[in-house]
């Protein structure tokens, strides 16, 4: 099971935030980064999904709760009263370690105080994904040659801040608290300041093997504090359980204080060792739904089970009126905003290994469509305008300045035109419903949401009367180096597709059920003359495509940029600016953030010929930064599409180890999330080589690097769970439910449920 471990055993100050970040604990309700009690932390952090405030932010920001963690030690005896921590003791021995198999954090600390006594302190943490609101913290104290007392100072610390490192945004959220006093333990309730909703956090330190005292109970700086305490015996080691459940006002339960104490009470007679179990069966069961195997390289099969189990623990427990951040549960970067990374990057883990949670990420999008509307509205267009930076309520909250890569204070432009989003999620659906044909869901809410998006490009599609077409100008694509440009490819493409498909799904509902549909459509106000103008329309939209080249122009006017050769690149093998570029002029160059034209042939491959994806993989290859942790994986997908293996291993391990080298440097403020689920579509959709093609058969291309045994791995199509097996030679599909039909190579087999069908790799 080493495989299923990720393990620290050098203690660093520098690396000391992205440890935190690697060593989290989410279950997609709430996250705990994984901090270590005795060391001051980097960036302490405790969240729930969907707990927004703004104070006096430009923008609403995911809340770090008061930290449920907090806990000293010290020890008393004749020589006086010392605390233990890492400040005021030296480090004597250190590891730290993700038991991903279990769903745990572990470690294990030495520290010499200053009279000379070695303490020795091991912890184990989990967050419950049987329980959601439940998270547990075993401890295990043993002092060398000391005779004395150990004091235990427990409290909810609510000096806790948003962007504590910027003291220019270091914001707390909370207008006030109340702390909680009873038999049992401590608890606090924390009052929003925007809506003066509560957060409640409760807990109970129990000893394990011993008797601990209540000394005494304060309430300091308005915060509960509890002393707890007991007497110490030569190297005995003392094991006490610190259990907590945190609840809000956002959730759909009973969240007042007398249900969250009942609760905790529930836990406490369910015990650490029984909650535990029933969490690991839970982990355990999830795993054989979504495990990749690796046979031949240990450390890219590690990389690649922490990638896709911190991807699952963002959103296991996620609700509808939610989504995944782009930094998950593990930090405060991008100020847990939802962004199109979830649609294109993180949803097609969860479509193919758990369709009810990808169902979920898109009832968030329906529950947030009256914002989407009113940001159409507020813009002056028609239909639903998703926001390119979300929240609870679906309100454009993209900040209106940041930093450049210089330092200084610029313009942020995505809010304003970075569109492509609105399509984005149009497609998601689409890839939804032909994965799990759920009639109910685009009946009820899938309709609506392609209804409202087609009335939005219809509004946005500007007419140029010399050329007969129609256009959509000043935006911006996936790239964002180039800001503000016209008829971008990526754009108008989807933009085109969502009208066809919008059409499709209209004409289909009003076969399927008249009733719903005549319900819907009186609703909106969508009458048939406009859906019969989109179809006119969806033929002139301008898609800039010279028949001399296959290269495809990513925007009017992208050829006539300034060149520049990338030739030099970081320890990480990521790009170097060239020497004479300056970076505020990116949007005059050829260089690229990410993929862009690319991305349109990553999320359609069946539009484009082979020719075509490989001689635009080679050109805008090359011309790009990768200054975004979405770049890599794509490219690595790619690559094994048209063939061009020589960097599709290299590519594949920078995705993985985003954030477990902090390859971007910027990991401490949480995971990034996208480069998780991006490393799923590397490993299943690159190197695996399964897509869906124009037909809706199963397709299978695959191709392993040369010192990978074997790939496996396991999907879900139209209820059907089936298990994938490749070496070398031969490719191995065996359907558990239903036979199915597949490609390999254009040939069509068949697979008889419950047997392997294999096929030999050409």
Not at 558 to 586: A, Q
Not at 627 to 638: A, Y
């Amino acid at each position: 099971m080493e495989n299923y471990k990720i393990t620290n055993k050098l203690f660093s100050e520098k690396e000391k935030g992205s440890k935190e970040t690697v060593f989290a604990l989410a279950n997609g309700y709430m996250g705990i980064r994984g901090t270590i009690e005795f060391c001051e932390p980097e960036l302490s952090g405790t969240f729930i999904q969907g707990v927004f405030n703004k104070g006096d932010m430009s923008v609403p920001e995911l809340v770090n709760l008061p930290d449920p963690l907090s806990i000293n030690v010290y020890l008393i005896n004749e020589a006086g009263l010392q605390r233990v921590n890492f400040n005021s003791c030296n480090l004597l021995d250190f590891s730290e370690e993700l038991d991903m198999r279990r769903g745990v954090f572990l470690y294990s600390v030495s520290l010499k105080t200053e009279n000379g006594y070695r303490v020795n302190i091991k912890s184990e943490r989990f967050i419950s994904w049987k329980n959601k609101h439940r998270w547990a913290a075993k401890y295990w104290i043993n002092v060398e040659k000391f005779s004395g007392r150990i004091l235990i100072e427990n409290t909810i610390n609510n000096n806790i801040y948003n962007n504590s490192m910027n003291p220019l945004d270091k914001t707390n959220h909370f207008g006030h608290f109340r702390p909680l006093n009873f038999q049992d333990g401590i608890g606090m309730v924390s009052y929003l300041t925007d809506s003066n909703k509560k957060i409640i956090q409760m807990c109970s330190t129990v000893p394990e093997n011993f008797r601990m005292n209540r000394l005494k109970y304060k309430e300091e700086l308005n915060r509960p504090v509890e002393i707890l305490c007991f007497d110490c015996d030569k190297n005995r080691e003392y094991c006490f359980t610190k259990y907590g459940v945190i609840y809000s006002d956002y959730d759909l339960e009973d969240s007042s204080p007398e249900a969250v104490e009942k609760e905790l009470n529930f836990f406490l007679r369910n015990g650490y060792d029984k909650e535990l179990k029933e969490h690991r069966r839970e982990i355990e069961d999830n795993w054989d739904r979504i495990d990749i195997k690796i046979d031949g390289d240990d450390e890219v099969q590690r990389a690649l089970r922490w990638c896709i189990f911190q991807l699952n623990s963002s959103a296991y427990k996620i609700n509808e009126y939610s989504s995944i951040g782009a930094k998950g549960l593990h930090g405060e970067g991008y100020k847990g905003h939802v962004f199109w990374d979830t649609e294109i990057f993180m949803f097609p883990f969860f479509l193919y290994t758990n369709p009810e949670i990808a169902k979920t990420l898109l009832m968030y999008r329906y529950s947030t469509l009256p914002g989407a509307i009113k940001n159409a509205f507020e813009t002056g267009y028609k239909g639903a305008r998703f926001p390119w930076e979300s929240e609870r309520e679906g309100i454009e909250v993209t900040p209106k300045w940041g930093m450049s890569y210089k330092g200084e204070k610029v313009r942020i432009l995505t809010g304003d035109h970075e569109y492509h989003i609105i399509a984005d999620i149009a497609l998601s659906i689409y890839h939804y419903y032909r994965a799990t044909l759920d009639n109910d869901f685009m009946m009820r809410y899938g309709a609506e949401i392609l209804f409202q998006t087609g009335i939005f490009w219809n509004s946005r599609l500007q007419y140029n009367d010399s050329m007969d077409r129609y256009e959509i100008k000043n935006v911006m694509g996936p790239d964002e180096f180039h800001e503000e440009v016209d008829n971008n490819v990526y754009t108008n493409f989807l933009a085109r597709w969502n009208l066809k498909y919008s059409a499709y799904i209209y004409f289909w509902m009003k076969r399927k059920n008249i009733r719903v549909f005549r319900e819907l459509t009186d609703k909106i106000k969508l009458f048939p003359s406009e859906v019969d103008g989109w179809r006119e329309k969806i033929e002139k939209i301008y898609i800039p495509r010279d028949p001399k080249s296959k290269v495809i122009e990513q925007f009017e006017g992208y050829f006539k940029l300034k060149e520049y050769e990338i030739t030099k690149h970081d320890e990480n093998g990521m790009p170097l600016w060239p020497d004479d570029l300056d970076t505020d002029e990116l949007n005059n160059t050829t260089l690229l953030k990410q993929p862009d034209l690319l991305m349109l042939m990553y999320l359609m491959p069946e539009q484009f010929t082979f020719e075509e994806m490989k001689e635009n993989y080679d050109f805008y290859e090359r011309r790009t930064m990768h200054k975004s942790s979405l770049s890599p994986s794509i490219h690595c997908l790619l690559s094994i599409s048209v063939h061009e293996y020589d960097h599709s291993y290299e590519y594949f391990k920078k995705t993985l180890l985003t954030d477990l080298y902090d390859n971007q440097g910027n990991s401490a403020l949480g995971i990034h999330a996208a480069s998780t689920g991006g490393a799923w579509l590397a490993a299943v959709m690159g190197f695996g080589r399964f897509y869906i093609d124009k037909d809706d058969m199963l397709n299978f291309d695959p191709w392993l690097p040369e010192k990978w045994n074997s790939l496996s791995y396991k999907i879900i199509w139209r209820g059907n769970p089936m298990e994938i097996e490749i070496t070398h030679e031969k490719l191995r599909i065996k359907p558990l439910k239903e036979s199915i039909f597949f490609k390999y190579t254009e040939k069509i087999f068949e697979a008889t449920v419950g047997e392997s069908k294999e096929v030999k790799i050409l």
